[in-house]
Nanobody
Framework: VQLQASGGGLVQPGGSLRLSCLGS????????IGWFRQAPGKEREWVCS???????FYADSVRGRFATFRDNAKNAVILQMNNLRPEDTAVYYC?????????????????WGQGTLVTVSS
């Protein structure tokens, strides 16, 4: 499967953005989709995942503000980000894995899309 992330941009603190991870070549139903982000000078970190067997999982830093869900008609996974904070500024990546026993382990995701930049600033 090939992944393409889009939807990043500049937003003020407290604002919202919706990222999209579009799949091609294969249905995303067969994959757990993870969202990761990397801020300047920092390691890539797990944000959230939508499991192929059901359920969504979130890092503590985003729980209650972010939501991920599937748009099956478009073969896409959405990341809805609300109440954004300056510390959410990063390049956001979506990734896919067929067998993901631990959703926050980066090594469980074999396929990666290019990143999309999210900047939260006034």
């Amino acid at each position: 499967v090939q992944l393409q992330a889009s939807g990043g941009g500049l937003v003020q603190p407290g604002g919202s953005l919706r990222l999209s991870c579009l799949g091609s070549g294969s249905t995303l139903d067969d994959y757990t989709i993870g969202w990761f982000r990397q801020a300047p000078g920092k390691e890539r970190e797990w944000v959230c995942s939508d499991s192929r067997v059901g359920g969504s999982f979130y890092a503590d830093s985003v729980r209650g503000r972010f939501a991920t869900f599937r748009d099956n008609a478009k073969n896409a996974v959405i990341l809805q980000m609300n109440n954004l904070r300056p510390e959410d500024t990063a390049v956001y990546y979506c990734a896919a894995g067929r067998f993901v026993p631990v959703v926050y382990h980066i090594r469980n995701y074999a396929e990666w899309g290019q990143g999309t930049l999210v900047t939260v600033s006034s």
